[in-house]
């Protein structure tokens, strides 16, 4: 049984930091291709940021330089530190493997508010 399990999301205000970790299992981790997607109220699911089994990323253009995304083979999970967070950043995020088969994780809320 496949399972992405998201954490750390939560309320911050605008400029801080979270850290967003996704713990899988029941898939070949170091071998698939992981990425968080993220969508706003009323707005379509779109991709944050990737990273391939070999470590190269890339990233929506509104969080490069804001946003990294990293992963850890040995733990079975991959992370997102976001850095200098706007409003606009709010969003329930989401983990997402493919192995190829597509999986998801159910999500975590981000607010950024004052």
């Known amino acids: 049984q496949v399972q992405l399990v998201e954490s750390g999301g939560g309320l911050v205000q605008p400029g801080g930091s979270l850290r967003l970790s996704c713990a899988a299992s029941?898939?070949?981790?170091?071998?698939?291709?992981m990425d968080w997607y993220r969508q706003a109220p009323g707005k379509q699911r779109e991709q944050v940021a990737g990273i391939t089994k070999g470590g190269i990323t890339n990233y929506l253009d509104s969080v490069k330089g804001r946003f990294t995304i990293s992963r850890d083979n040995t733990k079975n999970a991959v992370y997102l530190q976001m850095n200098s967070l706007k409003p606009e950043d709010t969003a329930v995020y989401y983990c997402h493997a493919v192995t190829p088969r597509h999986y998801w994780g159910q999500g975590t809320q981000v607010t950024v508010s004052s």
């Open positions: 029941g898939i070949i981790f170091s071998s698939s291709y």
